[in-house]
């Protein structure tokens, strides 16, 4: 059962000639240069060359301007839209800023449409430009300012800043406190930060505003995550479910409904979760989310030639370095280690871009390096991470970078507060289970190792092309449980 890495590797933020280490603080330095501090009329200079032209064009009209109108309801509730609406949109908002840059409204459209574009296409260059319109906005109209907390709360979270979006939530709830918006990027950033606690009360609180019509969809679906986190499936799906029914556009309804596929592939349902993906990419062929997830479904159902062509195509464009993860390991499941190093090399690639754009990748570099790379540098990277955002998904890395150095002892204790729902791991994850179990097992604990591999394959036998066979062997070699005789009375 010991699946401890080898030795050292190359750090996956490191280039020919860099340090191994860099240290976080430079990005921040480097990330506040760019956004800080920028007035209206700089803001205006500090577009690229391509959007100025861009937002010279005339506007659009009939279907375009649909989805131009789509886009804002986007950015004001919360509502997913396709990528042609929020293009149109920012185009729009280019042109309105350059002729009233004194209108903070405009600004604050222009910047949360920014951030939701380059959410939705993995460009982090969109974040800079969001914050720099983002606090135009601010400077513009001063703190009461709640469109611009709302959108740097919810560009932190894209950028997995769960501290400042917890800070941006709780000033829009606190310049207004009857305004829905402000509560569902709260809630996300309590979950970041380990707070279940309060963000089970904002969810309650959300609730209770009885949100419009427009809006309502989008308070379901932040239920459901919420519902989903406490371990409640089924409640979690009806309300993603009936999300996607009330959906008023096409990329609404996708986004739901690759939810609901997720919901399905967590436990284990391919059949279903293969349904919902695929209905989710007819709707919205670029929902990257329902592409890597039909990867994913493919690939349990051992499906290998297609999976592979999915994950291909899932990262073809402009891919996320998690699903470039997901797929080196299932060539490395496949055993093409060739074929793994290249997407390997294409996920360091493409975690530089995504840190210069100010996203904190420090999860994924640890997972990345526990099982790939350096071990230790995961240890190192994940404790800090745990010291300032300790959520189940950090705990749960850390115990496991722990088991690869072999600190097996205090592994245990990381890995056992992901799974706790006392302390807010009531999500069940088939990939916690399996951690847990195997670090019990190196630590003799055979009972409960047992248990909770039986568990990871009872959630979802197809978690991982690369881990849910050594789950398995971990389990024969585990054997059944010994027929012992009963302790006597005293």
């Known amino acids: 059962m010991d699946n401890r890495g080898s030795g050292p590797g190359t750090s996956l933020t490191a280039g020919p000639g860099t340090p191994r280490r860099p240290r976080r603080v430079l990005r921040r330095v480097l990330v506040a240069a760019l956004a800080g501090g ?37 950015v004001t509730y919360g509502v997913p839209a396709g990528l042609p609406g929020l293009t149109a949109l920012i185009g729009r ?64 979270l894209a ?41 089970r009360s904002a969810l309650d609180k959300l609730l209770a505003l009885h949100a419009g019509a427009a809006a309502r969809p989008a308070v379901m679906a932040q239920a459901a995550a919420v519902y989903r986190d406490r371990g409640w499936r089924e409640d979690a799906v009806t309300q993603l479910t009936e999300a996607a029914a009330a959906a008023d556009t096409p990329a609404a309804q996708a986004a ?42 493919l690939a349990g159902q051992g499906r290998t030639d297609e999976a592979l062509a999915g994950y291909r195509a899932a990262v073809a464009k402009r891919p996320d370095p998690g699903v470039l993860l997901e797929l080196g390991e299932l060539y490395d499941a496949l055993g093409q280690g060739g074929l793994a190093d290249e997407q390997y090399a294409r996920l360091k690639e493409t975690v530089r871009e995504t840190v210069a754009g100010g996203v904190d990748e420090e999860l994924l570099i640890g997972r990345y390096e526990a099982d790939h790379g ?37 592994a245990l204790t990381y890995a056992s507060a992901a799974t ?47 881990w849910a066979p050594d789950a398995r062997r971990a389990l024969q070699e585990l054997g059944d449980v010994p027929d012992e005789p009963l302790p006597e009375d005293p």
């Open 159 to 199: 950028r997995r800043d769960f501290p400042a979006a917890k800070q941006y939530g709780e000033q829009a709830v606190k310049a207004a406190p009857g305004r829905w918006s402000a509560y569902p990027a709260l809630i996300d950033a309590y979950t970041g930060l380990g707070d279940y606690k309060n963000a």
């Open 374 to 410: 350096d071990p230790w540098e995961a240890v190192e990277r994940l404790e800090e991470e745990w010291q300032r955002q300790p959520g189940i998904e950090v705990a749960d890395a850390l115990g496991w970078a722990l088991h690869r150095t072999g600190d097996d002892e205090e």
């Open 256 to 297: 739901w409904l690759a939810g609901v596929g997720q919901l399905a592939w967590e436990r284990g349902d391919l059949p279903d979760a293969l349904r919902h993906f695929e209905a989710a990419l007819r709707l919205d062929p670029d929902q990257r989310a329902a592409q890597a997830g039909r990867a994913r479904t």
């Open 420 to 466: 706790d729902k006392t302390k807010g791991g009531g999500v069940r994850s088939a990939l916690y289970a399996f951690h847990l179990g195997v670090i019990e097992g190196e630590l003799e604990k055979y009972g409960p190792a047992r248990r909770h591999l039986q568990e990871a394959l009872r959630i979802n036998p197809y978690f991982s092309p690369l």
């Open 93 to 156: 908002q280019e042109g309105r800023v350059r002729a009233r840059p004194r209108d903070a409204a405009a600004w604050a459209v222009l910047g949360s449409a920014y951030a939701e574009r380059g959410r939705r296409t993995g460009d982090a260059a969109d974040y800079p430009r969001a914050e720099r319109a983002l606090r135009t906005s601010l400077e513009v109209r001063g703190t009461r300012n709640t469109q611009a907390w709302d959108g740097l709360a919810s560009l932190a």
């Open 38 to 74: 920028v007035v209206a009329g700089t803001a205006l200079t500090l577009l690229p060359e391509r959007e100025q032209r861009r937002a010279v064009r005339p506007p659009a009209a009939g279907a375009q301007a649909q989805q131009r109108a789509q886009a804002l309801t986007t």
